[in-house]
Every structure is written in C-alpha cells, then in structure tokens.
C-alpha cells in the first residue's frame, strides 16, 4: 500500500488530472453492509480500481482549481505514523500535546505573535473563523453570554468584512446565533481590497443606530483573487474603535515564510486572531488549519467547560492542564500536528517559503500568457497566486456560457482543472496556483487547451456551445 501511494505521487503527471467516474464504478459504492469479513489484499485492490483514479486531483501539477494544496510525501508518511500511534488529542499529559505547541510556538514567532498566544489545530480555516467569531463575541458580551445566550443580551453585535470576504465568515456569523445580516459587507477598491474609508463610516453609522461593533475581518489572500487587505489600516482602524481584529488568512498568511512576499503582509503582526491553513499553500496533507489567538485566556474563557469526567491533575496522565479540548468545540482530536510537524522540519521554513513565492511566479508566467494572446483577457489584478482570465467572444451574452462550457472541457479532457468564478458580475476562468508540482509546462498545457475549446465553442455555432451536455471534446 505504501509502495502504491508513493508511485501514486512519483507519477502524478502521467495522470489525467480528474475523469469522469463511470457509473460502473459509482455503483460499486452502493453495496449492502459487509456482515463478513474481507481480504485486506482485495478491498485495497478496490482501493486501486475505483478510488484512486477517481480522486479529485488536486496533488496533480494540473489542478488549479478553487484554493487547494497538493499534498506531500512526508506528510503522507507522517500520517500513516500518526495513525498507527492513535493518539487522542483532546487533552491528558502526551508529547503529541507539546508537537501541537511546538507548532503553535513556530507559528507565534512567525507572525510575532507572543508566546503566550493559544493556538488550535482544526478542520479548516472554516472552522478557525468560527472561533475567532466566538472568541471575539465572549469579550464583547462577557462570558456569562455562554451562560445566558444571546436572548439575555441587549447589545447588538455587529461585523466588518470585505465583500470579497470568504462566504464562511457570514456562516460563522450564523452559527454564533448573531445571523448574517450582523455582517456588514464593506465593498472593494479597484485592488479587490476593502475600502477602509467605507469601513470607518459603516462603523459610525452602525454606533449612531445604537449597534455595538466589535469584529473586523481582514482577507490576507482573498479567495475570489488573491488580493490582500490593507491589514495595517485595518489594525489602526480596530484599535482606535477597540474592535477585535481577525484575519482570514486561509492560504495567504503563510506567505509571510516568503521573505519577497511577507512585506505584503504587514499589519497582520497586530492582529488578535489569525486563521488559516496548513493544508493549502503549505502542502500538508488535508485536513490541517489552524487558529491562533493572542490573548489565551480570552480564548481559552470561550471554550473551558468543567466536567467531572475530564478532571485535571498536577500528576499521572490527566495533568497538563489547561488541554486543548479548552480552546475549542472538540474533545476528541486527531494528530494534525503530526503531518504538519514532519511537513516543516523535512523541508525547512526558507524552501517552503521559496515553493510560495514560486507558485506565485508560475502564476505572473500565466498573467503573462494572457496579456500577450488577443483571444484572452486578464479579469483582475494578481496579487498573488490566482490568475482570473477569460476567453474572448464577440457576441454579448455568450462569453459566460463559453468560458463556463472551457472549463468543464478542460476538467473532462483531464489536462487541466482550473475553477469558475464571477468578477465584476462577468464569469471568469481562474487559476489559484496553489500546487508546488505546478510548472510552467502546465501553464503552456492550459493555454493552448482553453484556446483550442474556445475556438471551438466560439466559432460555429453559438447555441451548440450553449449546451452543456456538448460531447465534441469528449
Ligand atoms: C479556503 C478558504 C477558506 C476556507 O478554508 P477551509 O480550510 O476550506 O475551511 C476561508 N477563507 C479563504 C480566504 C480561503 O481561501
């Protein structure tokens, strides 16, 4: 099995990036319950058949779609250690706690953070936002919020984001009971960066209403493309109205081990929390983000719920206090750290920084295929990794539908995988060069595809482009 996986990553690139999955072999996962047991040699040749070639594709040189990592050989070892170690990560005195504190430690002077900053491995930087959203409402309202409830509560929080904010920010506004529409969406400059004047005066309007602000998001590396906030001003801003001041930094924060791109980044130093992720731009296997809050005890007084089952000692196994299951909605948790930990040693801080910095060069290579071909027109700035573009076509109403029809022929051609988005209301094909397998040579690929499907879509007939069950690529 290890043998399979490894030659699995060694030969990615002769690999399609993604296929269709046949219904031959979706239907091999609608079996009844297995009451007996099986060969471990025959479900892992299924695992060979009707899994592996079926996978989504981001570990390939190809996948440029959404925001997602590509995996690594050593966090795919460390995992298989931490597997077989089996340690529950909720709490009790075990050394994968201190390879977690390590990490939060690293992290901490990273972002010059004090050591005293808590930090939490979790699912994603979904997850991470939602205590940051947490964490901030319990210093607003008081702790005893968590007693009480929002009902009890005659203040009225609200939120500050950028419209080009992650659709996850609002979510944890929901989950936190404090609702959307708590969520104040402050539009964008030309830069896609949020318009810190309309900020200040979104807040004063809000304080002459009676509301109570208390949060801002600052993106470092927006999902849509890439831009990152004016942190700095955003710090300035929080701290002359005394509001928390998060970052949504999922793939973005990392940039600051890039000694060329962590200037970018200035103004997240003064922040109170960061979120974001391992499993992104620092190839770690999924799942692996993170939340890191400076002041500990504010985040630890959201989340420590005594029980008497999870006693704490000075001594023996249940010491170690505070664990932490006190930092988060977890009790169990797996070895996150583990991965993450292999991940950063093997490489070192400098290469990993160098891969960041070069996948943001692969993509000015791509910005500059772009603007150098007449059938292709760059969409939006690129401040990092993420390439918005499309395919031009002369008749008004058609471009969406043909540079949406080029995406899904270029997934079902399995040369490339790149995402849709929607910029300044117009669809756009975009490339998040997140992968460190990504080369040039994958651009070349992608170009020279996108042109060949959208001559093709574009020059005969329109309607046929149209449709989206269009087989002539197939
Ligand atoms: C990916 C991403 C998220 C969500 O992170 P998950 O790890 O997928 O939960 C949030 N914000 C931004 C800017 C992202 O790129």
Redesign the pocket.
């Known amino acids: 099995m290890l043998d399979d996986i490894l030659d699995y990553a060694e030969h990615l690139r002769e690999r399609p990036v993604w296929q269709p999955i046949p219904d031959a072999v979706r239907a091999q996962f609608r079996q009844t319950l297995p009451a007996g047991p099986s060969e471990l040699s025959a479900v892992h040749q299924q695992f060979m058949d009707h899994i592996l070639p079926y996978s989504v594709g981001n570990s390939h040189p190809g996948f440029m779609g959404w925001?997602q990592g590509g995996g690594n050989p050593v966090g795919t070892l460390a995992e298989m250690l931490a597997a077989g170690l089996n340690a529950n990560l909720g709490g009790r005195d075990h050394i994968p706690i201190e390879v977690e504190k390590q990490v939060t430690r690293w992290v901490s002077a990273l972002f010059d953070f004090p050591d005293t900053a808590s930090g939490l491995f979790v699912?994603?930087?979904?997850?991470a936002?939602f205590i940051a959203v947490l964490v901030a409402r319990a210093r607003a309202l008081g702790t005893q919020v968590r007693q009480t409830g929002l009902a009890a509560c005659t203040s009225r929080l609200v939120a500050y984001t950028s419209a080009g904010a992650?659709g996850?920010i609002a979510q944890a506004m929901d989950m936190a009971g404090l609702g959307m529409d708590a969520l104040r969406i402050i539009p964008m400059n030309a830069q896609f960066e949020m318009d810190t004047a309309l900020l200040q005066a979104a807040i004063q309007a809000d304080r002459a209403k009676g509301l109570t602000p208390f949060f801002i998001v600052g993106?470092a590396?927006?999902?849509d493309v890439g831009a990152i906030d004016d942190l700095d001003t955003l710090a300035d801003i929080a701290a002359q109205e005394q509001l928390w001041f998060h970052i949504?930094g999922?793939?973005g924060a990392l940039a600051m081990l890039s000694p060329a791109l962590a200037p970018r980044l200035n103004g997240i130093q003064r922040a109170d929390s960061i979120a974001f992720?391992f499993?992104?731009w620092l190839q770690v296997p999924y799942d692996a983000?993170f939340i890191l809050v400076r002041d500990s005890t504010a985040h630890y007084d959201t989340f420590a719920t005594p029980a008497s089952y999870l006693r704490r000692e000075t001594k023996g196994l249940a010491a170690g206090s505070p664990w932490p299951c006190d930092f988060g909605p977890d009790l169990s948790r797996g070895f996150r750290a583990l991965k993450t930990w292999f991940t950063i040693q093997v490489y070192g801080a400098d290469q990993l920084g160098r891969m960041i910095a070069h996948t943001c060069e692969v993509a000015q290579y791509l910005k500059q295929a772009v603007l150098a071909n007449p059938k292709l027109e760059l969409m939006a700035p690129v401040a990092l990794n993420i390439v918005c573009f499309r395919y031009r076509c002369n008749a008004p109403d058609v471009p969406d539908v043909v540079n949406a029809n080029i995406v899904v022929a270029l997934h079902e051609s399995g040369i490339s995988a790149p995402s849709t988005n929607t910029v300044n209301k117009q669809l756009v094909i975009r490339a998040a060069i997140v992968n460190h397998r990504t080369r040039t040579e994958d651009i070349d690929a992608l170009i020279a595809a996108t042109l060949r499907f959208g001559d093709q879509f574009s020059s005969t007939d329109q309607h046929a482009a149209s449709k989206q069950d269009d087989k002539s690529h197939e």
Do not use: L, R, Y
Not at 123 to 127: K, R
């Open positions: 925001v699912t994603g930087t979904s997850m936002n992650h996850c993106t590396g927006s999902v949504d999922a793939f992720d499993h992104k983000g």
